[in-house]
């Protein structure tokens, strides 16, 4: 079945601080999307970038769909940025999820 | 435009009970997912509804089923509850059955006595 590999598993920044979140899959993409849950438990979409590059404000992602990775890029960090960060992979129906990357932002 | 909405957001169950739970999508959408997420872990498929009727289904046992109704909302059940079943219940939806990006709810958080 579909494999989704996130990395690294946490990381820990200083506010300000530009960071970039691995996720590599093991079979053709027809369905990306990254997540932000925050300490809420709420599961927000951030991108839904199955290839190609694009931008949402200090937000950036780009997926090599031949390569089977995706990158995630966070800039100017904000305290408010902590939380998870899933990656998910889908075919026609089903997401499957990695396992995350814990972000915590210091002030 | 309202989103995913999910009900009850908690609730306390124990061992051997039954429970539901219910997610209206977002509007516009008509294909409903159910996922659970353990504490520490990613979320997992539990299976899809879309013209009221189950599309694929994850690796989860015959005690977990669902609904979806005309208006395109739906139901999880559980029967026969496990302390493992524990866990958030995430509802997303998304339009045409697939291929499309899932909007989640904020969950139904499960626990298990």
């Known amino acids: 079945g579909i494999q989704v590999e996130q990395s690294p598993p946490d990381l820990i920044l200083q506010e300000g601080a530009n960071s970039t979140l691995r996720c590599n899959f093991s079979?053709?993409?027809?369905?990306l999307q990254w997540f932000h849950q925050n300490p809420w438990g709420q599961l927000i979409n951030l991108f839904y970038?199955?290839?190609g590059t694009k931008q949402n404000g200090r937000l950036s992602a780009t997926t090599v769909a031949t390569e089977r990775y995706s990158l995630l890029y966070i800039s100017s960090s904000q305290t408010t940025d902590s939380g998870v960060y899933f990656c998910?992979?889908?075919?026609?129906?089903?997401?499957?999820f990695g396992k995350g990357t814990k972000l915590t932002v210091n002030p | 435009d309202a989103g995913v909405t999910q009900s009850p957001t908690h609730l306390i169950k124990t061992r051997g009970q039954q429970v539901t739970l219910r997610c209206s999508p977002k509007?516009?959408?008509?294909?409903v997912s159910w996922y659970q997420q353990a504490l520490g872990q990613g979320p997992q498929f539990i299976f899809q509804?879309?013209?009221?009727?189950e599309r694929q289904r994850g690796n989860f046992p015959d005690r977990f089923s669902g609904h979806q109704f005309p208006n395109y909302s739906s139901e999880l059940n559980v029967n026969a509850l496990l302390l493992g079943d524990s866990a958030l219940y995430l509802c997303?939806?998304?339009w045409g059955g697939g291929l499309q990006p899932q909007h989640f709810g904020d969950g139904t958080r499960l626990s298990i006595l």
């Open positions: 509007s516009g959408h008509d294909t």
């Open positions: 079979d053709s993409v027809n369905n």
């Open positions: 998910a992979q889908g075919g026609s129906e089903k997401l499957v």
């Open positions: 509804y879309y013209e009221e009727e």
């Open positions: 970038i199955p290839s």
């Open positions: 997303a939806s998304s």
